[in-house]
């Protein structure tokens, strides 16, 4: 799995906003979908780079793509 360090839940979802993903709910992780995926990003500062490496890939979005649009 590739990794992705250093980012934080925040960074996250303003990086996923850009492609087309909202938030749908929140509570202790963040639900956010682009109508077709649904992504469960955990509340933490930082998250897991290999956590981070499989939201990026489940959003469609390869690790260069994702690290773009931070």
Same mark, same amino acid.
């Given at each position: 799995m590739? /990794? ?6 925040e960074?996250?979802v303003?990086? !996923? /906003? ?5 938030v749908v #709910? ?8 682009? $109508?077709? #995926?649904? !992504?469960?990003i955990?509340?933490a ?6 956590t981070? $490496?499989g939201? =990026?890939?489940d =959003? $469609? !979005? ?9």
């Amino acid at each position: 799995m590739p /990794k992705i360090p250093g980012i934080n839940h925040e960074q996250a979802v303003k990086a !996923l /906003k850009k492609v087309g993903f909202e938030v749908v #709910r929140q509570s202790g992780h963040i639900i956010m979908t682009d $109508g077709s #995926r649904i !992504l469960t990003i955990p509340r933490a500062n930082p998250i897991n780079a290999f956590t981070m $490496g499989g939201i =990026a890939k489940d =959003a $469609g !979005l390869s690790i260069e793509e994702f690290k773009k649009l931070l």
